[in-house]
């Protein structure tokens, strides 16, 4: 990191600290899902640990129960949980760029028994592995996978009708991605964050399902919206790329429950200011045919450039069934500005009623809030890609 960095201290509006753990000295939190007073949080992939599970039933002492281990070179940063069924990630790990070997795909778990999880299933997947997977109502999976002969990153649909055997159903690409199949990409492609000189990522980051509508982050080709009423043929119904002078790394298109609209985050990949601004996109799909930016929302820049780390969006909290549901509010993780919490009742006028930027963790000169998840009981979920671990937090207005 260049510069002076300043060591936060914690900030807060309307949002108070319920409690933290630091996962036994495994800090590098992505992606959680909860079951039955039991939390379940995928690691970013520092170490060897990919997934945990913590008892929760009292939010003031998260409890870590369980931790499950990742094959060399690999991370599972993501985790789905519908009712005794896990399914994690397997992808190659940016952690391990020299590793000869890894395992990519999707992992099943029973957790009947949330404190012993035993593994039931591997769906492999030639290539990087699955990036991300919404499973919200069996049977059905829909995951970012990878393919012999493709660029990157495309829509995988599995089957769990029985979750000890997983199989492909479909899958959709974008036009471009399927070079084995005889296709040329319009674009120049990079595979990497950074990318090369003009080079772009067309890759799916990962699906949002309402009704018979796939809505994807397809990072730089943006925003694609599926029809996936038959899930062994999807097609498309329509696709709005932003523009790569105010767009970068589009990464989810929540479905607002109950309204034509579509919040939008891109995801900040620079550090320390380095990049261009990200933001969060309002879009109306009231036409579906043709979805259209009527808002936008970002932090205000303040300090944060010379705290370290990422300053910008990146995921949101989804409203899968069985958490809070809330069409006029958003929460949205940015990194080292922690969580926002945004009012959208205007969708033309997003307004920001609450944040939480909690001290930055041992070690660090920032937090770097990664992903969230809201409790139908209004406790927030969120945690830190760093070392900070899982914070719960409750709104106090």
Not at 142 to 169: H, W
Not at 185 to 191: G, K, L, S, V
Request: hydrophobic share 35%; glycine share 10%; net charge negative.
């Amino acid at each position: 990191m260049a510069g002076t960095r300043m060591h936060t201290q914690a900030d807060a509006l309307n949002m108070r600290l319920v409690g933290q753990t630091d996962l036994n000295g495994h800090g590098d939190c992505m992606h959680v899902n909860l079951k039955d007073g039991f939390a379940f949080v995928a690691h970013m992939g520092e170490s060897r640990i990919g997934t945990s599970v913590l008892d929760v039933t009292d939010p003031r002492r998260p409890k870590v129960v369980a931790q499950l281990e990742t094959p060399p070179g690999t991370h599972s940063h993501k985790v789905q949980v519908v009712g005794d069924v896990l399914l994690v990630n397997y992808e190659r790990s940016p952690f391990e760029p020299n590793a000869t070997s890894w395992q990519g795909g999707l992992k099943v778990f029973d957790v009947s028994r949330p404190e012993q999880p035993r593994e039931i299933a591997f769906l492999k997947m030639p290539g990087k592995g699955v990036h991300r997977m919404t499973y919200w109502e069996p049977p059905f999976a829909y995951m970012s996978g990878s393919g012999d002969g493709f660029i990157d990153q495309f829509l995988v649909i599995v089957d769990l009708s029985d979750p000890a055997r997983p199989c492909e159903l479909g899958r959709w690409w974008y036009p471009g991605q399927n070079t084995g199949g005889g296709e040329t990409p319009t674009w120049t492609p990079t595979q990497s964050h950074g990318g090369v000189p003009g080079g772009k990522r067309y890759a799916l980051h990962h699906p949002l399902i309402r009704g018979n509508r796939a809505y994807c982050g397809w990072w730089d080709a943006g925003l694609v919206v599926l029809d996936i009423s038959d899930k062994r043929k999807p097609t498309l119904v329509s696709h709005l790329e932003f523009g790569a002078d105010v767009s970068t790394a589009t990464h989810t298109a929540l479905p607002v429950p109950g309204r034509d609209l579509l919040v939008v985050t891109d995801e900040q990949l620079a550090t320390d200011c380095k990049g261009m601004q990200t933001r969060v996109r309002v879009v109306s799909i009231a036409d579906e045919q043709h979805p259209s930016v009527i808002g936008e929302f970002r932090v205000p820049e303040g300090n944060f450039c010379s705290r370290g780390g990422r300053f910008g969006p990146h995921n949101l909290h989804e409203m899968r069934p069985g958490s809070l549901v809330d069409s006029n509010t958003i929460y949205v993780t940015w990194f080292n500005a922690g969580l926002r919490v945004v009012d959208i009742s205007d969708a033309t006028r997003p307004r920001e009623i609450a944040y939480f930027v909690p001290e930055a963790p041992p070690g660090r000169s920032s937090i770097q809030f990664n992903d969230v998840l809201v409790a139908a009981n209004g406790l927030v979920y969120v945690t830190d890609r760093f070392t900070g671990g899982l914070y719960i937090l409750e709104r106090t207005s």
